[in-house]
């Protein structure tokens, strides 16, 4: 009994000590950082005094229309993206999970292949299928669809292309995740009861999927609110999103207090509706 | 109530034949078991019968109504599975209602309907409990209700108790014979248990390794007058013997090599020819074991104790003979304090009838 008790301190500070390193990372690249921002939202731009000038002045810009169409513009992107994705890796992983058997491992080899190389150079390979002489031109050209062609690349059309390809792996990965795990026997179970295979899905294998369905979702969610590679390089640039405009107050115009202050505003705007999302999914499980 | 048939039924997996023109038919209403070693099938069989899988070629019927093609969801069959396929989540109620909401059913009823299914396996205490929350026999009765609650014209158990432990299974056997003599429904009943099987059966099969139905019988039937020595041995315990069959002044007897002769009763059930070869098998329990000689037995052998297990109830012997044979016996321990103790290395006399040996062909 004795023992037991001592044990389980001992591990307790372990655990404490193994944990410190993490902690202490978060601290100096995370939280400080992040603190600092926050600071920085409610500092007036001023060279004149040496103490910081405090005001909220910063805030009040985001109800100018500029502001508020980009956060619309990057919620919008991230939503449908997260939408598409979902449609479309749900079946893909369903289908890994259930019925790919031997070639699962490939499969998932090849789903997984994209992260071994920089979306800079995946982008580029986008561009030789969306070009005006491109691939998806060609095609559509060479088989009558289309007389002319088509301004596909640096559109809204190239972005959503290029975001639901890259975020697609994390979606399908936590889904299918959780539908390996899936007792098939209880499918077995609910056809035998009497239900069709629709009503089978809709009751027995979704409900159970719904925390894989809920991890993919906030990992394509949160990031494509915020992408700034993606937008920039399919949609040349013409296209405004949260992160760029970010970049743009850091590294263009360097008005360090405004910039902060709209990443503070952003990052509440996300959390907001990403923890109704979090509530929506607590829900469904319950 | 409805027979179950299954006639010429084929069923193979690649090249593995599970099974090969196998006909049975399952009394309507009667409590099934379907007995066999594991891999012999049987539980392919059950899954032909529930519709998981498809037969190659054969048909089945309940009653006169092929089912061989009808889909598994549009049977009127319900299982209950080895492991329980309880839906984990939901709770005792939306498990035990499953079979009713799929069907559309109005909620009125169905509540009705699973507070009655629910008291019948006695669980109406956790009707709103999740399925995590449950021991593994309140598991099992979850799966019980929430097949029954169909009123399935068939109800198929896999294995259902072999993940308790072994109180607690004598217990579920004796509900699970209420259950089914209260609801007249055909339970077919899959184990490699014997006990089990002899315990819950009124009729049972007897599967081998070749998913070949050997006998088919009530539990009596089948080990009184095994049919094979693969049903004698694995149904109980048996000793085999192989020998010729003789006719002698008017009875019968067999000789075995190196043994001698012994005098069997030829039963009216199976003819042998005689000077034909077959085997004999002789139960432990029906063989009487004595350090003495005795008197007014037809049958009488002497060997070495060469090992004793003492079960509580009985005690089993092996008695080693001159050949280097090894027979099983078994003695009910009926006295408290035995006036004659058997012990390693002695010197016995076993004695039988000749009533008590069954003839087998194989």
Redesign the interface.
């Known amino acids: 009994m004795n023992r037991d008790i001592n044990n389980t301190e001992v591990s307790k500070n372990v655990s404490f000590f193994m944990a410190l390193p993490a902690f202490v990372w978060l601290l100096i690249f995370l939280y400080i950082p992040l603190g600092v921002i926050v600071a920085l939202s409610f500092i007036r731009k001023s060279v004149v005094s040496i103490w910081p000038d405090f005001t909220w002045a910063h805030y009040l810009t985001f109800f100018d229309s500029l502001y508020y169409s980009v956060i619309v513009r990057s919620l919008t992107l991230s939503i449908i993206t997260t939408a598409v994705c979902l449609l479309c890796a749900y079946p893909i992983a369903y289908f890994l999970a259930l019925h790919a058997q031997k070639w699962k491992n490939v499969l998932l080899y090849l789903l997984a292949l994209p992260f071994g190389v920089n979306f800079v150079i995946l982008s580029y390979a986008w561009f030789f299928l969306l070009e005006k002489n491109g691939f998806i031109n060609n095609i559509l050209t060479s088989l009558g669809i289309i007389s002319s062609p088509l301004q596909l690349l640096n559109t809204q059309f190239a972005i959503y292309v290029g975001m639901i390809y890259c975020y697609l792996p994390f979606m399908v990965l936590p889904i299918y995740a959780v539908l390996e795990k899936l007792d098939i026997r209880l499918i077995d179970a609910s056809l035998d009861l009497g239900a069709t295979r629709f009503t089978t899905f809709w009751r027995v294998v979704f409900p159970q999927s719904i925390p894989g369905v809920s991890t993919g979702f906030f990992m394509v969610f949160i990031p494509s609110f915020g992408e700034y590679v993606i937008p920039t390089l399919m949609g040349g640039g013409k296209f405004m999103y949260v992160g760029s405009l970010i970049s743009h107050y850091f590294s263009v115009l360097r008005n360090l207090p405004l910039g902060s202050a709209f990443t503070v505003a952003s990052s509440m705007v996300l959390l907001i509706v990403a923890l109704f999302f979090y509530w929506r999914f607590r829900r469904m499980v319950s | 109530m409805r027979n179950i048939r299954l006639k010429h039924v084929n069923k193979a997996f690649g090249d593995d034949v599970i099974l090969e023109n196998l006909s049975l038919t399952i009394p309507g209403g009667s409590f099934f078991a379907l007995l066999g070693p594991s891999g012999s099938g049987k539980t392919t069989l059950l899954r032909l019968i529930?519709?998981?899988e498809t037969v190659d070629s054969g048909e089945i019927y309940i009653g006169d109504h092929n089912i061989t093609h009808i889909p598994?969801?549009?049977r009127n069959?319900?299982?209950v599975?080895q492991?329980y396929?309880?839906?984990?989540?939901m709770n005792v109620f939306e498990n035990v209602a499953?079979?009713l909401v799929?069907?559309g059913i109005a909620k009125g009823i169905i509540e009705q309907k699973v507070r009655r299914t629910l008291k019948k396996v006695h669980l109406e205490r956790h009707i709103y409990k999740p399925i995590q929350r449950l021991s593994g026999g309140q598991q099992q009765r979850v799966a019980l209700a929430?097949?029954i609650i169909?009123e399935p014209d068939v109800l198929l158990l896999d294995e259902p108790l072999a993940a308790l432990d072994l109180k607690l299974r004598e217990r579920m056997l004796v509900e699970l014979i209420d259950l089914q003599s209260e609801l007249k429904t055909t339970f077919v009943y899959v184990t490699h248990d014997q006990f089990e099987a002899l315990t819950v059966a009124d009729y049972m099969a007897i599967m081998n390794y070749d998913g070949e139905i050997e006998q088919v019988g009530t539990p009596k039937d089948i080990y009184e007058f095994p049919i094979s020595s693969f049903v004698a041995k694995f149904v109980g315990s048996t000793n085999i013997f192989k020998g010729v069959l003789q006719e002698k002044n008017g009875g019968f007897t067999v000789e075995v090599p190196e043994l001698g002769c012994f005098e069997v009763a030829m039963s009216k059930r199976r003819k042998f020819d005689i000077a034909s070869t077959l085997l004999m098998s002789l139960r432990p329990e029906k063989i009487e074991i004595n350090k003495k000689e005795q008197e007014g037995f037809a049958n009488h052998l002497t060997g070495t104790v060469e090992a004793i297990i003492y079960y509580g109830r009985s005690t089993q012997y092996t008695v080693k003979l001159k050949n280097g044979f090894k027979v099983s016996v078994f003695e009910q321990n009926e006295e408290h304090f035995p006036h004659e103790v058997i012990d390693y290395d002695d010197v016995v006399h076993l004695y039988w009838q000749k009533e008590n040996v069954v003839l087998l062909e194989r």
């Open positions: 529930a519709g998981f598994i969801n549009k069959i319900n299982t599975f492991h396929a309880l839906f984990p989540h499953y079979g799929v069907k929430r097949a169909n």
